[in-house]
C-alpha cells in the first residue's frame, strides 16, 4: 500500500501478526537456532528465509532499516553502527585501491578527513569540488578511474545546499552513482532520489534519533543505478565475488539487490560495524515522531534566524530558510517545506565575541551533537573542526568565528530570550 511518510514514520517496517507484539522487539540475541545443519548451509548460500548471525542481519535491525528505506523511497536499505560506518561502506562497496572519487567539499569533517587522509591511505583518491561548481568544473573533476560522487544534501556545519539535480546529472554523464548524505534535510524534507540520487546515506544519531541516545547510520539504494551498463568499472558487482564462492551480486540478486546484498554479505561480514539492536529500538522511537518534530525544529530555527539577522551585534547568520540567504532559491527547489534546525552564524565581536556569548548561555547546552530535541551551540573552528587549516576551514565554509546553533523543539520564545541574554553577557 502507497501511504504517505507521517504514517510510514509511526508504522513502515514492522507488520505483527496475529499474537506477536504490537511494539517492535528487540531481538537481542547474537545467534539463530537450526534443526539441521543443512538447513543453515542454505542460508550460507542465500538460499532459505532466516538469520543465522546478527553481524549479518538482525530483525530488529532489519524492520528499523526498512522503514528508512521505505521514507527514502527507495528498494534496500541497512543500519550501521554509526554514520561515520554508513559513509565508509557506502563508498567502499565500490572503491578499490587505485580508485578516485568527486566530493562536495561542503561536508561535514569527519567525512571530509575520511576521503582525505583514511581513505587516501588505502589508496583511494578524491577530488574535492565546490557545492556551487558550474557543470563544467564538475566534469572537470571527474578522470577515468573514478567510481562515485558525493554530496550533503544541506551540510554539516556550513549549511550549503547542494545542487542535487546537477550533481546527479554529471555523475550519471561520467557512468558514476551519486551518494547523498541527507543527514540534516532527513527525508521529511528532502527525498533526494527524486533528484537523481541513487544511494543515501544518514547519520541517524541526529535528527532520525532526535533525542541523543543512540549513534547510528543507515545506506539506502534507490536500485536505479544499472551496474551492468558499466561491467568492467563495476566488476565487483558484475563478476564473481571468490570470497562468496563465486557469487555474481547483479546476476544472483538483479540490479535493483546487488549493491545492498554484496554490502551486507561482504563488508558486513568483514569489517563488522553493526547497529545493536537496542540501538535500533531506540532509533525506530526516534523515527516514529520525526515528522512531527522536523516541522517544529524548522519554525524555530527560522523564528531565530530571523531574530539573529536583526540584531546588531550578529555580523552575520547563515540559514537557508531565511529569505535572502544565499542558498534560499536551491532550498525551495529541494526542500521546499523546511531545511533543517541548525543555523550558523557570527558575532561583530569576532571568535572572541563568540567565546563569551557561549558561554552565557543557560538554556543552550555547549555540545558537539547536534540535531537534537534539545537547543544546543558548538563552535566547529575549535573543536569538531581542529584538525582543519585555515584554509581548509574558509574552504570548507567554516570560518573562525561560525558557531552552530542547533535549535531544538522547545517554546521558541524561551529559546530567544536565553539568546538575548547570552549577547548582553557577550557585549559586557
Ligand atoms: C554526524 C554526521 C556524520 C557522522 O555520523 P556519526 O553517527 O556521528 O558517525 C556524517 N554526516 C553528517 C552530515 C553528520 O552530521
Redesign the pocket.
Known amino acids: 500500500m502507497n501511504r504517505s511518510i507521517d504514517t510510514n514514520c509511526v508504522q513502515a517496517g514492522y507488520e505483527p501478526k496475529s499474537g506477536e507484539p504490537r511494539v517492535l522487539p528487540i531481538v537481542q540475541s547474537t545467534t539463530y537456532k537450526y534443526e539441521t545443519s543443512a538447513d543453515m548451509a542454505k542460508l550460507f548460500d542465500f538460499e532459505g528465509e532466516g538469520y543465522f548471525y546478527t553481524r549479518l542481519a538482525n530483525p530488529t535491525n532489519d524492520a528499523v532499516a526498512a522503514k528508512i528505506t521505505a521514507l527514502e523511497g527507495g528498494v534496500a536499505g541497512v543500519l550501521t553502527a ?4 554508513a ?1 565508509f561502506m557506502a563508498v567502499f562497496n565500490i572503491v578499490s585501491c587505485g580508485d578516485h572519487i568527486v566530493s562536495s567539499n561542503s ?2 569533517g ?2 571530509f578527513n575520511l576521503f582525505a587522509v583514511t581513505m587516501k591511505r588505502m589508496g583511494i583518491d578524491v577530488t574535492f569540488v565546490s557545492p556551487d561548481a558550474t557543470e563544467e568544473e564538475l566534469n572537470a573533476a571527474f578522470r577515468p578511474n573514478t567510481k562515485v560522487m558525493f554530496g ?1 544534501s544541506i ?2 556545519p556550513a549549511l550549503t545546499v547542494l545542487d542535487i539535480e546537477l550533481f546527479a546529472k554529471v555523475a550519471h554523464a561520467h557512468g558514476v552513482p551519486l551518494i547523498i ?1 541527507n ?2 534535510a532527513t527525508p521529511i524534507n528532502c527525498r533526494p532520489f527524486q533528484w537523481g540520487a541513487d544511494i543515501v546515506v544518514h ?4 535528527y532520525m534519533d532526535g533525542h541523543a541516545c543512540a ?3 543507515a545506506i539506502v539504494d534507490s536500485g536505479r543505478f544499472d551496474w551492468t551498463k558499466y561491467p568492467e568499472k563495476y566488476a565487483c558487482l558484475t563478476t564473481p565475488d571468490e570470497s562468496y564462492h563465486g557469487i555474481v551480486y547483479t546476476e544472483k540478486f538483479g540490479v535493483e539487490m546487488a549493491y545492498i546484498t554484496k554490502l551486507t554479505a561482504q563488508l558486513m561480514r568483514d569489517l563488522g560495524p553493526v547497529a545493536a539492536p537496542h540501538n535500533a529500538f531506540l532509533l525506530n522511537l526516534g523515527l516514529e515522531s520525526l515528522h512531527v518534530r522536523i516541522p517544529r525544529h524548522c519554525a524555530n530555527a527560522l523564528a531565530v534566524a530571523k531574530y539573529l539577522q536583526a540584531n546588531e551585534d550578529v555580523a552575520w547568520v547563515q540559514y537557508a530558510g531565511l529569505p535572502g540567504d544565499k542558498y534560499y532559491e536551491r532550498a525551495q527547489k529541494y526542500m521546499p517545506n523546511g531545511t533543517c534546525g541548525v543555523i550558523s552564524f557570527g558575532l561583530k565581536s569576532g571568535r572572541a565575541g563568540a567565546e563569551k556569548f557561549m558561554a552565557g548561555l543557560k538554556l543552550a547546552a555547549i555540545v558537539t551533537h ?2 537534537d530535541a534539545r537547543t544546543c551551540i558548538l563552535h566547529p573552528a575549535s573543536t569538531t573542526h581542529r584538525q582543519m587549516s585555515d584554509q581548509e576551514l574558509l574552504d570548507a565554509g567554516v570560518p573562525g568565528d561560525m558557531m552552530r546553533l542547533s535549535v531544538g523543539i522547545e517554546d521558541v520564545n524561551d529559546i530567544i530570550a536565553d539568546i538575548e541574554n547570552a549577547l548582553a553577557c557577550a557585549r559586557g
Open positions: 554509526s554514520g561515520m560506518a559513509t561536508i561535514y569527519g567525512t550533503e551540510a554539516n548524505d543527514t540534516f547519520s541517524t544519531s541526529k549513534l547510528g547510520g547536534v540535531a
